[in-house]
């Protein structure tokens, strides 16, 4: 009997993943900061140059992130070397503290719009960069040890 209730619940989990999604993946921040130094890298190919997607950067943080936004640089290289960067910004915290993003207990994933509708017509290695730039208000350095954020990460799906 636990045969079959453990049977049906996985086809259940199964048939009801994402079709959409494409790719994902995540690198962990050691001891939940992200060093200033530390550019996370990903690379990913064999993309459907027919399709369009949209993009986003995960972000998972705990509650040791001392800030209600956060800011980041993230490049985009496609296999001929074109390179796209982009500062962004993202809120993290409603103005009363509480956490934005999705998850139980002190650990919350944000999942952030990074490119809508893009195409990736080359074939080859594309490489995403993500590094953060934190700066405290009126300091013209950067944040060396970001507190906080667990996990860096980037999706991509099928855009409707």
Known sequence: ??????????????????DTLVKSEFTAMGGAVWEK???VEFTFSEMDSTMRYDMFINIRNDNTF??????LIAELSSPTGETTRDTLEYQMAQPDGTWLGKGYGSIKENKLWFKENIGFPESGVYTLRIAHAMRKNGSVNGIEHLEGITDVGFEIVKSN
């Open 66 to 71: 001392p800030f209600n936004n956060l800011f």
């Open 1 to 18: 009997m636990r045969k079959i209730v453990f049977i049906g619940i996985l086809t259940v989990t199964l048939s009801s993943c994402d």
């Open 37 to 39: 130094e530390n550019t």
